[in-house]
């Protein structure tokens, strides 16, 4: 690997992104044929973007694609990178085809100022065109995204509107700009500081994004259902008691 930015040479991806919050591949490490996936991206945005609530969007879920060759290929080789394997507790959850162009809105607001998310994943963006500052580079921080844990858990209900979730005491010169050519990757998660670069000009990026969603990242409600089943448990064991005392 040429370029890792924000990683320490023996560390590995998934063990980077742990500590430090992202992980950024300015190349095609993946041998990626750009050609054929801007083809297959041009097949499946079309028809897909007008149902998505985003216009710049098409979703899939991963059922919706589970079958498809490309992805499963994709898929395969972006594990093998990464490790965001099963054994580690991650599953696909969706994948977003995006093509983001200049836009009228303001870009003092979501996503376009920092944040970090209300649903936690570790989502993995493959960039289809060459990405310069004007094209809308996605930007992160070198975090450690446990540190704002315990901030995402306790977001209102009105977090948007109130700006919880946006970052205000760090400046927008600390973060880096995701800055490469076609089939470069980020892998990063959205517990650690970031956000979309404007796109200026002639400026456009297509990218495919793979959303990792992990049983860990729902520990409270993790918790709340171990103590049930754990208050069921003993409630099961001292009905089995008693009617085994019954019985004698
Ligand atoms: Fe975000």
Same mark, same amino acid.
């Given at each position: 690997?040429?370029?890792?930015?924000?990683?320490?040479?023996?560390?590995?991806?998934?063990?980077?992104?742990?500590?430090?919050?992202?992980?950024?591949?300015?190349?095609?490490?993946?041998?990626?044929?750009?050609?054929?996936?801007?083809?297959?991206?041009?097949?499946?945005?079309?028809?897909?973007?007008?149902?998505?609530?985003? #216009?710049?969007?098409?979703?899939?879920?991963?059922?919706?694609?589970?079958?498809?060759?490309?992805?499963?290929?994709?898929?395969?080789?972006?594990?093998?990178?990464?490790? @965001?394997?099963?054994? %580690?507790?991650?599953?696909?959850? #969706?994948?977003?085809?995006?093509?983001?162009?200049?836009?009228?809105?303001?870009?003092?607001? @979501?996503?376009?100022?920092?944040?970090?998310? #209300?649903?936690?994943?570790?989502?993995?963006?493959?960039?289809?065109?060459?990405?310069?500052?004007?094209?809308?580079?996605?930007?992160?921080?070198?975090?450690?995204?446990?540190?704002?844990?315990?901030?995402?858990?306790?977001l209102s209900k009105n977090y948007k509107y109130n700006g919880e979730?946006?970052?205000?005491?760090?400046?927008?010169?600390?973060?880096?700009?995701?800055?490469?050519?076609?089939?470069?990757?980020?892998?990063?998660?959205? %517990?650690?500081?970031?956000?979309?670069?404007?796109?200026?000009?002639?400026?456009?990026?297509?990218?495919?994004?793979?959303?990792?969603?992990?049983?860990?990242?729902?520990?409270?409600?993790?918790?709340?259902?171990?103590?049930?089943?754990?208050?069921?448990?003993?409630?099961?064991?001292?009905? #089995?008691?008693?009617?085994?005392?019954?019985?004698?």
């Open positions: 690997m040429r370029l890792i930015k924000a990683m320490g040479s023996q560390d590995t991806i998934l063990a980077t992104v742990e500590t430090q919050g992202f992980c950024f591949i300015d190349h095609n490490v993946l041998d990626l044929d750009i050609k054929k996936l801007r083809h297959w991206f041009a097949d499946y945005f079309g028809p897909h973007a007008n149902e998505s609530k985003y #216009k710049d969007v098409a979703v899939f879920a991963m059922d919706e694609l589970s079958e498809n060759r490309l992805v499963k290929d994709l898929l395969k080789k972006i594990v093998t990178l990464t490790d @965001l394997t099963s054994a %580690n507790g991650f599953y696909l959850d #969706k994948i977003w085809l995006v093509h983001s162009l200049p836009r009228d809105e303001p870009s003092d607001s @979501l996503p376009y100022v920092p944040h970090f998310d #209300k649903h936690r994943y570790v989502k993995v963006m493959i960039y289809l065109d060459d990405v310069s500052l004007s094209d809308g580079p996605f930007h992160s921080l070198s975090f450690a995204p446990i540190k704002n844990e315990e901030k995402r858990l306790n979730n946006t970052v205000k005491d760090i400046s927008v010169d600390d973060f880096i700009p995701c800055v490469g050519c076609s089939g470069s990757i980020v892998i990063f998660d959205t %517990n650690c500081p970031h956000f979309a670069g404007s796109i200026n000009g002639e400026g456009h990026r297509r990218v495919l994004r793979f959303d990792f969603d992990n049983r860990m990242f729902h520990s409270r409600a993790r918790n709340v259902f171990s103590r049930i089943r754990s208050i069921l448990g003993q409630s099961i064991q001292h009905d #089995k008691r008693i009617r085994k005392n019954i019985h004698q």
